[in-house]
């Protein structure tokens, strides 16, 4: 039976729909730290406000997925990322918080925009910096972590946490300029193009860095087209986006930003494969019992396609260009 | 000092959870009331049900927040701080809550949007279908959460062959033998709470003699809400109090704080005692002579079971389910004094003026919240030392964390949180201080249907000067 590929790809999807849905929330967010208007910070806020929580959702959804069909893997992820992931949860939460709290305060509400940018700004580092930590492989005996929390502290980790974050902000630069009104339309365009910038030079280094330390990657790259074609794609994509201007069509700098994560997540899946914790255990190894998968599989099945519905509602529900003074006036 | 991973893990674990479930439990019992009120409000369009809802909304709004990154940082802790146990139980829970994600959290977040800002843009009778998803998805997941918990404490439907876990029967594991009690259970302390925070905010206003007709409805809808609530809950505990007895007798054991394997007779009911669990006997104990017999065993004479039946080493510590018992049970009493008080001075024409009862109310206003959380500490200590009862032992579950990367981050959930419950009570506060119709953050509606008809306000560049935005007010 082919159930342990069937939910691995579940769980591959959901976790693109969290990092392309949350990705832009965290971008704007962490662009908040660049705006020093604010009027405009509120702007801001308020064109991610009514959908964030659903996006958050979806990394639950990857998450749990990973217990209830991979619970080995789970087990030795999560302890080996012990401290990025807390880290990440808490400033999630202040992240999450801050959308209600800024709103009740008048007086504070510029500590609690710090708040937000900060709590993106974490959250987009810390998922970068396990991300890196996958890349470079984790130590796994008997079905078991075997390694040092610490081990996450390391160059390559900390170059894909900052790459990563810059990579949110050009999808938040992306949204902005989507729903933005026309007062924050250049800043959205500058915030494109310098991010873009960074984020390609640090993607580049990682890459050259990973190949480096990891031999799995390498041979990779060296054996398999596809890996190759993603991370071609991937630059052209962001160096595409360094010629995002004003006169560009609103929606192409978010669309070609969903791309570039689509292909970037593509890339490393390529690479992954067949593991589920990289280059030590396999989907096989980790799979839970066919009963488990079955259940998940058969609720994801029938219950996405409603979820996805919903959301788009919601989202057709608040289209078109955020309100300036706020949803509710 | 050495630090032990197993205590600090489970200190992190408890003090994360217990945080959690405040949120969630004020969240299930407010979206319903909200749900009601919006449909009184489209009823008889009467302004002060859409002024409580805006009122109620703001508040539900920011313990929904909290609750939500709150309880993200639970679906990972399984694995952060209990590989072993995430390893071991994920066949069986992890599609159970992987199940609440697609069918509840979804469902809330998607329609949670809608609820609070889209009022003007979907009009009334859309916003009132909103609500009810949200209404429902925290009922959805409180199932899917309350199975996978009480399995927990009542495992069923699954095989196990050297640490490996299999499911034999969905049905079992989801239908296993506490569930369908536990539920209601929980339900009903959420409501419960609502109706109590709904009524003392409401007493509150009588007694500074403000927002009159805002205070009498929400104080004579919790009341009435609480007195019917009160009686289920009563019965409901007691026929869970059987189920537990049952399935899990050390933790009944534990509670009413005998340890001889059979009680003197009559049995006291013990209100106080100092346990001394090393020695297997209490130091100290104070109670009221035959209530026990009467209450636990329904007759004079009879014998309740002490922790003795229970071998040492699978005992749980007794002063920690017993205290907990005791707090959730002597609010529960306090609730049923206060329902019956309030159908007395209903009947009496009595309710919005007497000043002694309001000032109950007022004071009682948290007190679903501290029943529920003693209600859980009975439900989670109460079944240690096991995490999987009868199955996996909690110090066995532990991750191969170090004490110190536990301590640390134990610390930081501490600041944290304190950070969010201080803001969460300091806006709370300041909303109940400010008043209904005072300008709430949320759902500004002007409050006729006619204007919430009003098709959504598309961007208007005109109101752009020079690329300055308007302050909003």
Not at chain 1, 97 to 116: G, P
Not at chain 1, 194 to 223: D, N, T
Not at chain 2, 168 to 179: D, G, I
Request: hydrophobic share 55%; charged share 10%.
């Amino acid at each position: 039976m082919e159930l342990p590929l069937v939910s691995a790809c579940f769980v591959a999807f959901a976790l693109t729909m969290y990092v392309i849905l949350d990705g832009f929330d965290l971008g704007v967010g962490i662009l908040l730290l660049f705006q020093p208007a604010a009027a405009s910070r509120d702007h801001m806020v308020d064109s991610i406000t009514p959908t964030w929580d659903g996006n958050e959702t979806w990394i639950i959804m990857a998450g749990v997925t990973l217990l209830a069909a991979f619970p080995v893997a789970y087990s030795v992820l999560l302890p080996a990322f012990y401290l990025p992931i807390i880290l990440m949860l808490l400033a999630l939460g202040f992240r999450g918080v801050s959308f209600e709290f800024r709103v009740q305060s008048k007086h504070y509400r510029r500590r609690w925009d710090l708040a937000f940018a900060v709590g993106s700004l974490v959250a987009a580092f810390m998922q970068g910096l396990i991300l890196g930590g996958l890349m470079q492989g984790v130590t796994v005996q008997n079905q078991r972590f075997a390694g040092s929390v610490l081990d996450v502290v390391r160059p390559l980790p900390v170059i894909s946490g900052l790459a990563l974050a810059f990579g949110y902000a050009v999808l938040g630069g992306g949204w902005l300029k989507l729903k933005s009104s026309v007062s924050l339309q250049a800043f959205a365009n500058r915030s494109i193009r310098v991010s873009a910038a960074v984020f390609a030079i640090l993607f580049g280094v990682a890459c050259i860095y990973a190949v480096k330390i990891q031999p799995g990657i390498r041979s990779k790259w060296a054996s398999h087209g596809i890996a190759l074609a993603c991370l071609v794609g991937l630059f052209a994509i962001a160096s595409g986006m360094l010629t995002m201007t004003k006169k560009t069509r609103p929606a192409v700098p978010f669309l070609l930003g969903l791309f570039l994560f689509v292909v970037g997540i593509s890339g490393i899946a390529v690479i992954v494969f067949p593991d589920i914790v990289p280059f030590s255990v396999t989907l096989w190894e980790a799979a839970s019992s066919s009963t488990s998968q079955t259940l998940v599989l058969v609720g994801a099945a029938v219950v996405t396609p409603i979820v996805l519905a919903y959301s788009a509602f919601a989202y057709w529900i608040f289209r078109g260009k955020t309100p300036e003074r706020g949803w509710e006036a | 000092m050495k630090l032990d991973p197993s205590i600090l893990a489970r200190i992190q674990f408890a003090f994360t959870v217990s945080f959690h479930i405040i949120f969630p439990t004020m969240s299930i019992g407010l979206a319903s009331f909200l749900a009601v009120i919006e449909a009184l409000w489209l009823k008889t369009k009467k302004p002060v049900y859409l002024q409580i809802y805006k009122f109620w909304l703001s508040i539900f709004a920011m313990g929904f927040g909290i609750g939500v990154v709150t309880g993200i940082v639970l679906s990972f802790e399984f694995g952060l701080g209990f590989a072993r146990f995430a390893q071991m139980a994920g066949p069986a829970i992890g599609p159970l809550i992987a199940l609440e994600v697609l069918t509840a959290f979804f469902l809330e977040a998607g329609f949670l949007g809608i609820m609070l800002f889209g009022l003007h843009r979907v009009g009334p009778k859309l916003h009132f279908f909103a609500t009810c998803m949200v209404a429902i998805g925290t009922l959805v997941s409180a199932s899917w959460i309350l199975s996978a918990n009480s399995w927990m404490q009542t495992p069923a439907g699954v095989a196990i062959h050297d640490g490996h876990l299999t499911v034999v029967s969905w049905l079992h594991v989801l239908v296993n033998p506490s569930w369908l009690h536990r539920l209601p259970h929980m339900l009903t302390a959420a409501y419960l709470t609502a109706s109590f925070m709904v009524a003392g905010v409401g007493a509150w206003y009588l007694l500074k003699g403000k927002h009159q007709q805002f205070a009498r409805t929400t104080l004579g809808l919790g009341t009435a809400f609480a007195a019917v609530l009160i009686a289920g809950q009563v019965f409901i505990g007691d026929i869970l109090y059987g189920t537990m007895l049952k399935h899990q007798p050390s933790k009944m054991q534990a509670a009413e704080g005998f340890w001889e394997k059979q009680s003197q007779s009559p049995a006291p009911y013990y209100w106080f005692i100092v346990p001394d669990q090393d020695h297997q006997r209490n130091r100290f104990e104070l109670g009221i002579p035959y209530l026990g017999s009467i209450w636990l065993t329904h007759s004079l004479d009879g014998r309740v079971q002490g922790l003795k039946n229970t071998p040492r080493d699978l005992q749980p510590r007794m002063g920690m389910v017993f205290y907990a018992f005791r707090i959730m049970y002597g609010l529960a009493m306090v609730m049923f004094a206060v329902g019956v008080a309030s159908l007395w001075l209903r009947f009496r024409g009595k309710l919005f003026s007497s000043r002694w009862f309001l000032w109950i109310l007022a004071f009682m206003t948290p007190s679903g919240i501290i029943a529920t959380l003693a209600g859980w500490y009975v439900a989670e200590t109460g079944r240690q030392p096991w995490v999987i009862y009868g199955v996996l032992r909690t110090v066995d579950a532990v991750s191969p964390v170090p004490a110190r990367a536990l301590l640390s981050t134990l610390i930081a959930f501490v600041c944290v949180y304190g950070v969010f419950i201080t803001a969460f009570l300091v806006f709370a506060v300041r909303i109940i201080r400010r008043g209904p119709g005072e300008a709430p953050p949320h759902a500004e509606a002007s409050g006729s249907v006619k204007n919430a008809f009003r098709p959504y306000v598309l961007d208007n560049p005109e109101r752009l000067v020079n690329g300055h935005i308007t302050q909003r007010s």
